[in-house]
Each structure stands twice: as structure tokens, then as C-alpha cells.
């Protein structure tokens, strides 16, 4: 059931008719190429960093992330459109076959449940995402985002476009991941804007982590660490997200 501000589109059908081969041509296309580049640096930057162990790639979209993942130790990767699935499975088992990454298939509904525990991934990555859920599910998403976040969230969105008419809504992220998470990066580049947010307690303190915060570097920092070939599943738990999550 569509809530009357997205009743201007269908997320469902939009998707699965935009989704797919076509939209993996548009990612790999000379007029995406600048978004490309710089989404790559970013993402092969924070993961420098941050050295995840545990990733989700929440709307993953057909995988065109994927490659950058493939030397973070537990990947999970999640979409709504089955069209969209089909080719990131693909593009999963291509980049790494030995240790594929875990593709999950969003349910649209009133309630979708997929089982994750609290505080389970160090890293959670929204690009291209957020902007295309209404004003009235942003708050609830980011609350299940927290809640299945022990380390950072990362978004890309656009910088900034209102166009309710095209699905894309200019969400107020200070205001939102003000008491969920502690941005301790916001930049824009080539017309999208790139955030980070370490996640928020629930004592509202934000611990020391001994992470490296974005900006700054280690003394004598290496790469990501390489991957297990039989890394633990985690799926246990549900975790509850609101209807009108959609992915590009």
C-alpha cells in the first residue's frame, strides 16, 4: 500500500521496470563516469580506514559497488527489485567467487524481515538510496539502519534535488542522524553529496572506537584485511524496515 506521498509513483514497479540490465548500463555509461570515479575514491578511502570486517551494501542496485568489496571479510548486499538481484548475484559470485557476497531480497509490504542482529555491521553503505525514500519512512529506515550498526553509516545522496515528481527528496541528514549518528563527514562532489555517521548509542555517548575518524590518517595503517573462505553466518534476528525503501 502506498502512503500518499509516494502514491506519485510505485516503488515496486519502478524499479523492476528501470532495474536490471538496462540500469547496469546506465552505471557503466561515459555519462555516469564522473559519479563512478568519485564514488570509487570515496568508498576505497573510508574502507582504508574504517577496515570493516562486517559490510552492508543496502540497495546494492545490480552490484556496482561490488568490485571495491572484495577484500572486506563478511558482505551482505540487499535490494528491493528482483530485477535488480538477479544481476548483482551475478556480479557477486563474478568478483569473488570463492566467497561470494550474500544478496537478500527485500520483500515490499507493510513489514519486511530480514534477520540480522543488533550492532552487527561495522560498516553499512547507502548510495544512491536515501534520496528516493519519502519524507515519512526516512526516520523509521535510519532507525533500523542504527539499530543493525555497531560502526559507521555511509550515504551518497544528491547534492542537494527536490523533485518529488522524479521520486527524489532532499532529506535534512544533519537534522535526521542528529541522536542515530555523529557525522564526522559531509562533502559534496560532482553534484552528490557523500556523508558519514558513526553510529550514536543509546546512552548518546559517542564512544572511542580507536577508528580512525575520515580525514585523518594512521600511523602506519595497512589495507583491509583479506578475506576468510568460510566467514561465520550471521543471520539471526529480524530486523523490520518500513515500506518505501527503494534503491538506484
Known amino acids: ?18 532495474g536490471g540490465p538496462s540500469y547496469r548500463e546506465y552505471t557503466e555509461s561515459s555519462g555516469y563516469e564522473q559519479y563512478r570515479r568519485a564514488q570509487w575514491q570515496f568508498f576505497s578511502e573510508l574502507l582504508a580506514r574504517l577496515q570493516p570486517r562486517r559490510l552492508l551494501d543496502f540497495g546494492c542496485g545490480t552490484g556496482k559497488l561490488f568490485p571495491l568489496w572484495v577484500d572486506v571479510p563478511e558482505v551482505h548486499a540487499y535490494d528491493r527489485a528482483q530485477s535488480q538481484i538477479d544481476v548483482a548475484r551475478e556480479e557477486a559470485v563474478r568478483v569473488r567467487p570463492e566467497n561470494p557476497y ?10 519486511a524481515e530480514v534477520p540480522y542482529d543488533d550492532d552487527h555491521f561495522d560498516l553499512i553503505v547507502a548510495a544512491e538510496v536515501l534520496l528516493h525514500v519519502v519524507p515519512a519512512d526516512i526516520g523509521p529506515l535510519l532507525d533500523e539502519l542504527r539499530r543493525i550498526c555497531r560502526g559507521h553509516l555511509a550515504v551518497v545522496t544528491a547534492a542537494p534535488f527536490t523533485n518529488p515528481a522524479s521520486h527524489c527528496f532532499d532529506h535534512d541528514y544533519a537534522a535526521l542522524c542528529a541522536g542515530r549518528f555523529e557525522l564526522t ?7 552528490q553529496r557523500y556523508l558519514v555517521g558513526r553510529k550514536v548509542p543509546s546512552s548518546g555517548k559517542v564512544p572511542s572506537s580507536g577508528k580512525v575518524p575520515i580525514g585523518e590518517k594512521s600511523q602506519g595503517s595497512t589495507n583491509v584485511v583479506s578475506s576468510p573462505s568460510n566467514p561465520r553466518s550471521p543471520l539471526r ?8 525503501i527503494v534503491t538506484t
Open 1 to 18: 500500500m502506498l502512503t500518499p506521498q509516494n502514491a506519485i509513483y510505485d516503488p515496486d514497479q519502478y524499479w523492476e521496470d528501470r
Open 237 to 244: 534476528g529480524q530486523v523490520r524496515l518500513p515500506n518505501a
Open 185 to 191: 563527514d559531509d562533502h559534496a562532489v560532482h553534484r
Open 102 to 111: 550474500r544478496v537478500l531480497h527485500y520483500v515490499s509490504g507493510e513489514r
